[in-house]
Structures are given as C-alpha cells and as structure tokens.
C-alpha cells in the first residue's frame, strides 16, 4: 500500500464530520484540542476587557465610571475567568491536542470523553458568561469567602451561578486530568519507557496529579456552600455550629496547588522549547522531573499561608513559613536548569525564545516577591493590599502567559503548517513587556503605600494618583499588544505561506508528521529508542508514512492504537476506538440541566435530569459492546495484540482508578471537614447526638463485605465457566443492604437544618448513597451484559472495573457508618 | 530585603545574558549539572531561602504579645461597616469607629466579628489580622506616641468596603486616665 493510499484510507477512517457539523460530534483529539484553545482564548479576551474596566475604573480619584455594585462584579469575574476558564483549560486544550503527537499514539485514552469534558467548559462558561451579560454576575471576590457569599449576605443568584457553573467546568478539568494520567502512562509509542518520555509529557503528568488531588477540595466546598444556600443546612454559619474558616481551608487546599497547576505546564513548555531554541537537550532531564514533582508535593503542605492573618497559631505559622520558601528550593532547580541549558547549547533569539526571556525576568521577580510574601511580618501588613495583586500576576502573567505566549508562537508551524509573514509579533512582545512591567511595577508600590486591593475608588489626598494612572496607561499598553498577537495568529490563518516540517529542527515526536496534523495522527505507529527519535532520525516522518511502524494496516476500517506497559513501553493491547458521535453533547447537554435546575431552583426538573444522565451513561458505555472474541490482532510488524475487551486491566480499570483517587480525595476531604468542625467550630459539641443503631451499623457493614466479596465470586465465576450472573446477584443485594444502611442514616439525623453536626451527617450519608446507587446501576448493567452474551472468559474486562467500584463503595459505607456512629457510643 | 532581591534578580540576569556570547562549550554534561543543579539550583536557593527564614522567624517571635502588667485590654467588635470598640477597664463603655488606647503601653486588641469576616489594621501600628464570626482573634498593638492613626478593614466584605474605616486614638497618660472616668476627651 503507497504512502497516499494509506493516508485516503485513514482519514477516511479516522475525519470527523465535513464542515461546522463535525464540531459537535468530533472526538478527535486534534479538533477538541483545537476547540478548547479557541474558547479559552475568547474567554481571555473577556478577563482581559474585564481588566480594562477595572483599570479604567482605578485610574483617577472617585472615579464615577462604576459603582461598587458593578465593580465587584468585574474583579470577581475577572480572576474566575482568569483562572477557571483561561489558564486551566489552555493547558487542558494544549495537552489534549499536543499529548498524542508528542507520545507517538493516535488519540487520547478516551476519545468520547475528551469531547464531553469540552462541552461542560463550553455550557458552564457559558453559564458564567450570562450572568456577566445580565449583570447577576458573583460579586464576593473569586475566592468567595462565607459568610459574605452565604444565603444572608448574599441572597441574589449571583454566587449561585459561581458555585454551579464552575463546579460544571470542574467537570472538564477532572476529565481531562483521568484522561492524561491514563494516556501518558499507557498510550504511549512502543519503546517509549518513562525515562524516554518528553519532558511536557511528565509535566502534564504531574499537573493532572495535582488536578485530581486539588480540585476535589474546592468542589465540595462549592457543593457545601450551594447546599448551606439552597436548603439551609448550615457548615458556614457560626451560629449553628458550622465555621467560615473550614471553606477557607477548602477553598485553599485547593487555591495554592491551583498555582502550581498553572505553572506546571508552562514549566513544561519552558523545558521544551528552550532546548530546541538553543540547539542541545535539556541539561538535568532526572533532576527537572524530580523537582517537578517535589514542587507537586510541597505545593499541598502551604495552603494556610493564604491564611497567615486569620488568626493560626505561632507554630503553625513558623511551619508554614517554612513550607513556603521551601517551595522556591525545586523552582530554584527549575530556573537554574533553564539557564544552564542555554549555556550548554547555542541560544538563538527566535520568537518564542523572546517570550521565554520575558518569562524568566518577570517570573524571577514574582518569585522573589513570593517569598517575601512567605515572610509572616511582612505578609501582615502586605496581605490584602494591591502588593499581593502585582505579585500574583507577576507569578501568573510571568509563570503563565508568556511561556503560553512561547508555546503559541513555537507550535503555531506545526499548528497551520505555514510560516509567518508579517513581523507583528516582536513589536507585540515589546508592547506586552513593557505595558506589564509598567502596570504591575507600579502596584507593588501603591500596594506598599496601603492601597488595599478590591477598593473601587479612593481620595486624591491618599498620594496614590499619579501611580494609578501610570499603571492604568501602562494596562493599555499591555492590552494593545495583546490584541496584536492575536491579529498576528488570525493573519498567519489568512495569508501566510506553507512553511516546511519541522523549522526549528526539534527532536520529538509531533514533528514527525504532516503539518497540519491529518486526523489519525501516525500513518504507522513509531518505535522509539531515545528521548529525542526526530533528531535521533531524520527520516522518521517519511518512514511513518511509508508504513515501516506498528499498525500499519487500516485493512479493518477500525481506529486502532495499542498501549503499552507504563514504566518498559513494551507493547500490550490493542485499543480499538469509538468514532464520531453526538453522545458527548448531548451528556453534557443533560449534565448541563441538572446543574441549570438546582441553579434556577426547579428541583422537579433534577431527577428527571440524573434519570437522563443515567441512561445516556448507560448508552455511553454500553456501545462500547463486543459480540465475539476476537482473540489476538495483527499488530503489524509481525507481532499480535489482544484487544483492550480481552485483558484483566482495561483503560476503563485505569481510569476508573484515578477517578476514585480524586473522589476519595473528595471524601477525605469531606473527613477533614467533620474532623475540623469538630475541633476548632464554635457551638461544639452538638446538642444532640445521633442515636448508635447497632442494627443499621451491622447491615451496611455486611453489606458493604457482601458488595465486594460477590464481585469476586463474579469475576472468578465468568474465568471458568463464563457466566457471572450469581455472584453478580449476591453484589447487587449487597449493595442494597448497604444502601438501605445509609438512607436509614439520613432519615435518623436528628435535625439536618439545625446544627452542623447533623449536616455534616446527612452529607456524609448521601455521599454514601449516591456511591450505592453507582454500583448498583454498574451491577445491573453487566448483569444484563452477561445475559444478552456480551461477555466471555475471554471478554473479561468490564468485571474488574465493577470490582473496583464495589470495593470503594464497601471502603465508603464502612467509614461513614463508622463515623456517624462512633461518638453516640463514646458520649 | 528589597536590595537582596534586586540583587538575586541581578544576578539571573547576567547568567541570562551571559549565555547568549558566541564562545565553544565543552560537552562536559555532569560538571554543568553538578554547577548548574547542584550548585545553584540546590546550594543557592537553600542557603538564601535559610537565612530569609531564620530572619522572618526571629521578627515574628519578637513581635509576639509578651505578658506584662502594663498591658491594656480591648475588644473590637467587626460588622459592616462599622466597628465598634469596648475597654476592660471600662465596662459598659462602647466607643463607635474610635478605639481609644494609651500610648506607651501595650494593647490587646480582641478582634471579632457578628456578621461575615473582616480584617484589623492600622498599618502604622501593626499588621493586620481577620475578625471571624465565632472566633476571637488577638492583636498586640503599641502606639509609641500620642496622635492619631488611621485604620482600616482589610478583607473585602461587600458594597461599602471601600469606605469601611475607623481612627485610633493614642492618649498620654493623663487622657488616657480622663478617659477610664469616663470624660470625654
């Protein structure tokens, strides 16, 4: 088969839909990782305007341009856009489309997924963007601190739609996260061990460790709080036993490694780009990598210096502190890496090296005022002033924007596959350095001289005029050249030239493929033998196409690609993919109206929304069905592949397993909270205790056992003689019995209203519950799969997974049982 | 610990420019690791960052309410937008966003709050700290001579933040005793 035929042949497997209606049933990583770039850069155009108004707002005394109404919408606003929907999902979009090409694979682990998570950013965004419009935005600051943001304080919508909408894009960002931990460790080209990985690929790696560890904080304090606001179950309220403090922890568990999730992947990119631009390799690959994931760790121990004015104890200060400088040991090893690369090599001052240089002058004085910050004295009197403001920018426009601004300019080739044309770009870098420099410099001083943040106006007489307007007409600046990058991006689409492959002479794997990328990524899949294979061999693009690498053949009309053993790279099963499909949409569509119906309090709608969510879930998983055993595939090379249906260790096992790493992080959470309240809550302890049951306790114990032992009945009775159904069923009504358990613990908590105590309770039964009901619905569905034949000893795949959902369920039943029980025996 | 950060600033920069001179390198990559990682990255940071530390540690212990005799009690009470003040040694006596101290002796400012969290701060006296629903918090703050100093809520509670202010009233010693009797001063 010639180069051209195998080329029609796989994008005729592998396209998307002609024309705007592919865009909503794409599942390709390549359009998604298109669309997410598209939609975070609009929603850094929004930030960005947003910034406008607040620095117009600032630029005089008793300016008249907008009152505090208005103004606490725009900062608010500003820094939720900023974060939430820019900077986590540009490294969601550049990872998804990046991660394949760079790995050597044809797509993501789970394709229908990656789409999906798209779509709740696009409706959750778009959620957050009409109440701007309306003006119902959030008005609390983005960090929302109750009791301010609680049903007295604020009774509009406003932080309702906080609350919903960015716990809906959460959504996308704990989907992307299980997606690239299980895509880097397995979907990998043959060959490539972990010591051969690029390093972007460990940073993304790292960073969605950190997603599934660091969002599931803030979700369930945005759940609490929604739950305190719409139905009066108090964990916020002082006077009812719940603590304002306890969403402060949350909200920063989760808030400082948010910092690190940023930067993270900028680091990344950093460590890409700057080899390639000084013609060598990264100095201290191990050492980068080790200090990647050291700054992952400590970034979890320092969340209370956000907290350093609230009253923590000497102690805990001096450790915090601590923790805090300690952190700027591994960046320190980062930076001194990046310049000792460059001695190393031949540095060459091209476009994306400019915005690299930007990023370290700017980040290595936000660093320097970060650890300044770490110092509690000088915290006391710069917390909460404009200072603070400059220093997380200079460390998020620094550590973020420019890298990503590098990362634009050095992919832009191989994005388009044309070379630029007009020299916009080097003018803009001038006008973004200087207009940053100039607006944020600036409000250190201001900040230094008592400006607190979040004030919409202030006197003549403060002294503060002239450097406000020097900071406002420098923001214009900056936004000038801003605008200009993206002028230049636009006219690279319209009139510039083809470029050819591979202009910066780069080693790794997304340049040994056509530019722009065909839909299927690799003709053939490569074989890599160093972490460079492009430099290693120049060839390789033509070799790929020829057809000289694994799966070869589209004979089948199927989209395949194989995975290997995490650490080794050997090859282990092939993955045959789903193909275009609305499903994605259409789940997040029904996701989208249960969030829209407890936002806009139809609470009849919400059960009619989780049945839909249920059976489009059901539908999801059930295409996936394989009639037949297919035994071992023809892998190419002479080699032969089970299918992923025919293993022990599915992707859908890996997945699920990382998934459960942020849902018990979720629930640990959840622990700590019970535990602090507790502890530190005034009103403590409660009025009433829970009544022990040693009945309740003793069925959702045995139930919990029951739940997990009949899975293993199950898996064992398919092995041999392929059926499972029985111990499927003794599963099933364990479940239930555990069930039952939990929901007779939520109708016994003396008064879920009335303390924080029997809320903390119910949330803790329900949490339980709604993991029953999962298992159960899983249960139910292979016990039909089994019936209709769908599954085999071979096709074994589906029952380890169940398993797993089933023992975390028994892990969680037991705990919370345990929990609600413990103190009415001990009293 | 500006002029140290200018410095360190400085110093990156050189190494950054340093880099771009036309010279040829030796390909010895584990002497500019260990310079490079070891040496900077390792030696550098950590001895900076230790010294920075025992720096911060020392003027926080130092800044730590110490027990004497002389110590006057206070209690700020934080709503929006308003505070309202009251004396140990005047009990009964709130005074509405005046709070009224000594000079020249240490003050024990007890800092709450009824309604959503607000923050402490003369800045001229010392930093600032939250005033929380359900918790009290405590500030030692000593003026070192009679006069006025502003203060302010530092943590954003809503629509009249900006204007959420109050003064501090430092009196000599005979005020101050015009004060306890209940004169106004």
Redesign the interface.
């Known amino acids: 088969m010639s180069a051209l035929r195998r080329h029609r042949r796989l994008t005729a497997i592998w396209a998307s839909e002609p024309g705007w209606k592919g865009w909503f049933s794409t599942v390709n990583h390549t359009d998604v990782g298109r669309m997410f770039l598209a939609t975070s850069f609009f929603f850094f155009l929004v930030g960005g305007i947003l910034a406008m108004l607040i620095r117009a707002q600032l630029a005089t005394p008793h300016s008249a341009f907008a009152g505090?109404?208005v103004y606490?919408q725009l900062f608010t606003m500003h820094g939720t856009i900023m974060m939430f929907l820019f900077a986590i999902p540009t490294f969601e979009g550049l990872a998804i489309y990046l991660l394949p090409k760079m790995l050597g694979t044809r797509d993501l682990a789970y394709p229908r997924l990656t789409a999906y998570g798209y779509w709740c950013y696009f409706f959750g965004g778009g959620m957050l963007l009409f109440s701007l419009l309306a003006g119902i935005a959030p008005d609390?600051?983005w960090f929302m601190?109750?009791?301010?943001t609680g049903p007295?304080?604020s009774p509009g919508i406003n932080t309702d739609f906080w609350l919903i909408g960015i716990t809906f894009v959460e959504i996308s960002a704990i989907c992307a996260a299980v997606e690239f931990c299980v895509s880097i460790l397995r979907y990998r080209a043959p060959g490539m061990s972990l010591d051969k990985m690029p390093i972007f690929a460990w940073y993304a790696l790292v960073t969605s460790l950190m997603i599934l560890t660091g969002f599931p904080p803030l979700i369930l304090g945005s759940v609490l709080l929604e739950v305190e606001r719409a139905f009066g179950l108090p964990f916020f309220?002082?006077?009812l036993g719940g603590?304002?403090?306890l969403w402060q922890h949350l909200f920063w568990l989760f808030g400082h490694p948010e910092v690190y999730i940023i930067f993270l992947p900028a680091a990344g990119v950093i460590s890409t780009v700057i080899p390639v631009m000084?013609r060598t390799t990264l100095?201290?690959y191990g050492?980068v990598v080790a200090?990647a994931v050291a700054l992952a760790f400590l970034s979890f121990g320092l969340w209370v210096h956000h907290m350093f004015?609230?009253?923590i104890p000497?102690m805990g200060?001096?450790f915090f502190?601590?923790a805090s400088?300690?952190v700027?040991?591994p960046?320190?090893?980062?930076?001194?890496?990046w310049?000792?690369t460059?001695?190393?090599?031949r540095?060459e001052?091209h476009l994306p090296m400019l915005h690299i240089?930007g990023f370290?002058?700017t980040f290595?004085?936000g660093g320097?005022?970060g650890?300044?910050v770490?110092?509690?004295?000088?915290?006391?009197?710069a917390?909460?002033?404009a200072f603070v403001t400059a220093h997380l920018h200079y460390v998020l426009f620094g550590g973020f924007v420019f890298p990503i601004l590098a990362a634009i300019y050095y992919w832009l080739p191989l994005f388009t596959g044309r070379t630029r044309f007009f020299k916009l770009g080097e003018l803009a870098f001038g006008l973004i350095f200087v207009g940053f420099h100039g607006t944020f410099l600036a409000m250190h001083w201001v900040g230094l001289l008592?400006q607190?943040?979040?004030?919409?106006?202030?006197d003549a007489e403060a002294g503060w005029t002239t450097i406000n307007l020097v900071s406002s007409v420098s923001s214009f600046v900056l936004a000038i050249g801003l605008a200009m990058v993206l002028l230049d991006v636009l006219l690279h689409f319209v009139v510039a030239v083809r470029g050819r492959r591979n202009p910066w002479h780069a080693g790794s794997l997304e340049w040994a493929m056509p530019a722009p990328p065909p839909a299927y990524n690799f003709a053939s899949l490569p074989v890599v033998e160093t972490r460079d294979p492009v430099s290693s061999d120049p060839h390789l693009a033509v070799r790929l196409a020829r057809g000289e690498g694994w799966l070869a053949d589209p004979a089948l009309d199927r989209r395949e690609t194989l995975t290997v053993e995490p650490s080794s790279g050997t090859p282990e099963y092939m993955v045959i993919y789903p193909g275009n499909t609305r499903l994605p949409i259409v789940f997040a569509a029904i996701t989208g109206l249960f969030f829209l119906s407890l936002l806009i309090k139809v609470y009849w709608l919400t059960p009619i929304a989780l049945a839909g969510i249920a059976t489009v879930g059901w539908r999801w998983v059930w295409s996936l069905a394989q009639p037949v055993d297919l035994g071992p595939q023809e892998a190419g090379r002479g080699e032969r592949l089970p299918v992923s249906g025919e293993t022990d260790r599915a992707p859908g096992w890996w997945g699920s397993a990382f998934l459960l790493a942020a849902d018990a992080t979720f629930f640990g959470s959840l622990l700590f909270g019970y535990a602090f309240l507790w502890t530190v809550?005034?009103?403590w302890p409660p009025p009433e205790l829970l009544e022990p049951s040693l009945l309740e306790l003793g069925v959702g114990l045995a139930g919990a056992l029951v739940a997990s032992i009949g899975m293993r009945i199950a898996i064992r009775g398919n092995r041999s003689r392929g059926t499972g159904v029985a111990g499927l069923a003794v599963a099933l009504t364990g479940t239930a019995a555990a069930a039952l358990a939990v929901a007779s613990l939520m109708i016994r908590v003396p008064a879920p209203a009335g303390h924080a105590y029997d809320a903390t309770l119910f949330v803790l039964g329900g949490y339980a519950l709604f993991h029953a009901a999962l298992a159960g619905l899983m249960q139910t569905f292979l016990i039909v799969r089994v019936r209709r034949g769908f599954t085999s000893p071979a096709r074994r795949a589906e029952f380890p997974i169940v398993c797993l959902w089933a023992d975390y369920l028994a892990l969680v039943t037991i705990l919370v049982l345990v929990v609600a029980h413990l103190p009415g025996w001990l009293a | 610990?500006f002029a140290g950060?200018t410095l360190?600033?400085a110093f990156?920069?050189v190494?950054?420019a340093?880099?771009?001179r036309p010279r040829s390198?030796p390909p010895d990559?584990r002497g500019?690791?260990r310079?490079?990682?070891i040496g900077?990255?390792?030696g550098?940071?950590?001895t900076i960052?230790a010294a920075?530390?025992a720096?911060?540690?020392t003027?926080?212990e130092r800044?730590?309410p110490r027990d004497s005799a002389e110590t006057v009690a206070v209690r700020a009470v934080a709503e929006?937008w308003s505070w309202s003040f009251g004396y140990e040694e005047l009990p009964g006596h709130v005074t509405e966003n005046v709070l009224h101290i000594p000079a020249g002796r240490p003050v024990d400012v007890a800092i709450t709050s009824v309604?959503?969290?607000h923050?402490f701060w003369v800045?001229r006296l010392?930093?600032?700290?939250?005033a929380?629903?359900?918790?009290v918090?405590?500030l030692r703050i000593e003026a070192d001579a009679p006069g006025t100093y502003d203060g302010?809520t530092?943590?954003?509670?809503?629509?009249?933040?900006?204007e959420h202010e109050f003064l501090v009233i430092a009196h000599d010693e005979a005020d101050w005793q015009a004060f306890l009797r209940g004169e106004a001063p």
């Open positions: 505090p109404e606490n609390g600051g601190y109750p009791p301010l007295i304080y309220q002082a006077e603590d304002s403090l000084c100095l201290g050492w200090a004015t609230t009253g000497h200060l001096a502190s601590a400088t300690l700027a040991v960046t320190g090893v980062q930076v001194f890496a310049i000792g460059m001695w190393k090599g540095p001052l240089l370290f002058v290595v004085m320097l005022t650890v300044m770490a110092i509690v004295p000088f915290d006391w009197q917390h909460d002033t008592g607190r943040r979040r004030i919409e106006t202030y809550a005034p009103g | 610990m950060a360190i600033l990156v920069l190494l950054l340093l880099a771009f390198v990559e500019q690791t310079f490079w990682i900077l990255g390792l550098f940071s950590m960052l920075l530390l720096y911060g540690l003027v926080g800044l730590l929006r309604d959503v969290v923050s800045p010392a930093g600032k700290l939250d929380i629903p359900g918790h918090n405590v302010l530092a943590e954003f509670n809503g629509e009249g933040y900006e």
